[in-house]
């Protein structure tokens, strides 16, 4: 097993209330060129899980830090017009998401949970961490190193 110290948040950059899964990021990210889905777990608008790429195998989805990293992504994170960033998560995916979040730390250790946002110049994952429950759980700091 490779090491893990941190877990990524992302969206799918999908609009509001649009159901879309694992498949279809699959397809997406084969069309940029990559080798199938680069997160390692989707989370669905009604808080599903499905994985994505195996934990073993290291993700796509945060430019220069995917090493040693997992990466999630729920399914949403632009209003229903497609143009702005927002925190679309409903219910039962902050449910799932914060559930997800305490068995990485925990099976992990991880050191760290963030979202994308911290590495790059993006929206993505259309919330600050740091400010959400995720970043903040059971006495666990978001950037923590
Ligand atoms: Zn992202």
Redesign the pocket.
């Known amino acids: 097993m490779r090491p893990i110290h941190t877990l990524v948040w992302?969206?799918s950059a999908t609009p509001e209330g649009k159901h879309f899964d694992a498949k279809d990021i699959d397809r997406w990210h084969k069309e940029r060129g990559w080798a199938g889905i680069g997160y390692h777990a989707v989370v669905l608008l009604d808080g599903t899980v499905q994985p994505g790429r195996p934990i073993e195998k290291v993700g796509a989805?945060?430019a220069g830090h995917n090493t040693g990293s997992i990466g999630y992504?729920y399914i949403g994170g632009v209003s229903a017009d497609g143009k702005t960033a927002k925190d679309t998560r409903t219910p039962a995916q902050k449910a799932t998401m914060k559930r997800l979040t305490i068995e990485a730390i925990r099976k992990y250790g991880l050191k760290r949970v963030a979202g994308?946002n911290e590495y790059a110049a993006?929206a993505?994952?259309s919330f600050d961490i740091r400010k959400d429950e995720l970043g903040n759980l059971e006495g666990f700091k978001a950037g923590r190193r």
């Open positions: 992302h969206c989805h945060v992504s994308h993006k993505c994952p």
